[in-house]
C-alpha cells in the first residue's frame, strides 16, 4: 500500500518496530507540530458558532451524559443532513468543540448533526458503535420535529470515521463520508492508546472495518497527504476492498492536509470535502 517515495506504512513492518515507534505512528498530535495551538483555535470557534446557533441542541438520544445530539437544521426540511461524529481515539473530544465545521454544508443548504458518545474507559468500543446507532435511531424519528426530514449521510473523523463506516448499512443511513480514519484495530492495542480502551481479540474483530464485507452504500474516504502513514496506509486499504467488492464511492486525498488541516476542507462552503460530499448526493446517492 506504500508509494514510490513514501515512508513505509507502519503496518507493514509493525513486528519490527520497537514501542516507542508503535507509539508515535498513531499519535497525531506529535506529528503535527502546531496541533496545540489547532485545539485552542478550534474551541474557541466552536463555542462562538454554537452560541450563535443555540435552538435544537443538547438533544437526547439516550440515557447517558454524552449521549446527545446538536441539531443544525437546514432552511429546507427535505435537505440532506450530514451527521458528524467527532474523533478522539474513542477517548477524548466533544461534539460541541466541533460545532464550527458544519458551517460548510449549512452554506449549501444541508442540515448538519454533531453525535456525542461516552468515551472510553467508560464505555467500550463495541458498545460506542452501538451508541452511534441509537443516535440515527433517534434522528430518523424525532429529526423532522427539528427541521430534519432529509436523506442521513454519516460522516466522523479519525476514530469517528471508524465510528461512521461501522454504521454505513443502518437503514437510515444513505451514505458517508469518511475522514482520516483507523479501520483496522490491531495495531491500537499495541499502542499507548490501549490503555484506556483495552481491546479484545472480539472486539478487534467485530469493530475493524478492513475485516468486514464492504457496504454498497456510497462512501468517499477521504486522507490528508500529510497525515501519519498508519492513517493513510488504512484510508487506501479501505478503498481498496470496496472496490474489489464493486462497493460505490471515492478515495479522496486532500494534497497537503495533515489531520488537523483537512477538516479546513469541511467548514468552507467550496472546501473539498464540502464539494465531494455535495457531489455524490447531487449524482443520485438519495
Known sequence: MTAPGEKTAPQEVWDTLSQTERDAAYNNNAAVPNSAAWVAARDIAAAAFRAAHGDHLDVPYGPGARQKLDLYPGADPQAPCLVFIHGGYWQRNTRETFAHYAEGLLAQGWSVALVGYTLAPEARIGAIVDEIGLALDTLAKDGPAHGIAGPLVISGWSAGAQLAVMQLDHPAVTAGLAISGVYELGPIRDTFLNAA????????????????????????????????????????????????????????PILGADHFSILDELRAPQGQLTRAVCDLMAKGAA
Open 197 to 252: 480502551l483495552q481491546l479484545t481479540d472480539t472486539e478487534i474483530a467485530t469493530c475493524s472495518p478492513l475485516r468486514h464485507v464492504p457496504s454498497h452504500k456510497p462512501l468517499i474516504i477521504a486522507y490528508g497527504t500529510h497525515e501519519v502513514p498508519a492513517l493513510v496506509h488504512d484510508s487506501r486499504a479501505l478503498s481498496g476492498r470496496r472496490v474489489a467488492a464493486g462497493a460505490p464511492g471515492a478515495l479522496l
